[in-house]
C-alpha cells in the first residue's frame, strides 16, 4: 500500500479499517519507510477515536515516528500529540491512564514531558494501584534522563512520590525494600 491508499483508509474509513491502515503503517515505519505526510491524518482522523485497539496501536504509533526535525527541534505537529496525552492521562478509565504512563516511560523529548508533570502528579492520587504505580514510573524515567535540574524536581516531587510508594506497594510483600530503594536513590541524587 502507498501513502495515499492508507491516508484514505485513515480518512474515510471506519474503526476497523483505521486499525487496519494503523497496524500496515506501523509494520512499514518498523522496516524502514517513512511517511511524514501521514502524521496529521493520524492526528485528525485516528487520534480522536474512543476505540480501545486504535488507543493501544497509537501509542506504538507515537513510539517509533520521528519527533523532531533533521536539525532537532520538536515537530509543531507533536504539541498536539502532547494535548491528547494529556488528555488521556486525564481520562476517567484507568487503562488508558496507566498505559499512557507506561509510554511516558519511552518517551526522552523533554519539550513534549515538561507540560505533562501537573497530569503525571495528579495521576499518584490515582485509586487505582496500576495507575499509581506507572506515575511513580513515569516521573522516576522523567528524573533518569535528567531532563530538568535534578534538585528543583527532587524537592518538588519527593512528597508525591513517598505517599505514592507507601499507597501503592503496602499490600505488596516488599514494599518496604521499593521505598527505600526509591529514597537511597532521591538521596543519592541531592549529594550529588
Not at 515505519?29 to 482522523?45: K, S, T, W
Not at 507507601?166 to 543519592?188: G, Q
Request: glycine letters at 2%; hydrophobic letters at 40%; a positive charge.
Amino acid at each position: 500500500p502507498n501513502e495515499v491508499e492508507l491516508k484514505k483508509q485513515l480518512c474515510e474509513g471506519d474503526v476497523n479499517a483505521k486499525t487496519i491502515a494503523l497496524k500496515k503503517i506501523i509494520h512499514l515505519m518498523l522496516n524502514g519507510e517513512r511517511f511524514p505526510g501521514l502524521l496529521m491524518p493520524v492526528i485528525q482522523y485516528v487520534m480522536p477515536s474512543r476505540d480501545h485497539t486504535l488507543k493501544k496501536l497509537l501509542l506504538i504509533f507515537w513510539e517509533i515516528v520521528p519527533k523532531t526535525t533533521p536539525d532537532g527541534k520538536l515537530l509543531h505537529e507533536m504539541i498536539l500529540v502532547c494535548d491528547a496525552y494529556r488528555k488521556d492521562l486525564q481520562h476517567p478509565n484507568e487503562y488508558i491512564k496507566g498505559s499512557t504512563l507506561r509510554f511516558l516511560c519511552k518517551l526522552k523529548e523533554a519539550e513534549l514531558l515538561e507540560p505533562l508533570m501537573p497530569a503525571i502528579r495528579a495521576c499518584l492520587e490515582n485509586r487505582h494501584s496500576y495507575v499509581r504505580r506507572n506515575a511513580v514510573l513515569a516521573i522516576f524515567t522523567i528524573y533518569k534522563l535528567a531532563l530538568f535540574d535534578r534538585h528543583t524536581f527532587v524537592r518538588t516531587q519527593y512528597t508525591y512520590i513517598c505517599n505514592c510508594y507507601t499507597k501503592t506497594f503496602s499490600s505488596e510483600k516488599y514494599s518496604a525494600l521499593y521505598y527505600k530503594c526509591l529514597r537511597m536513590s532521591i538521596c543519592l541524587s541531592e549529594s550529588n
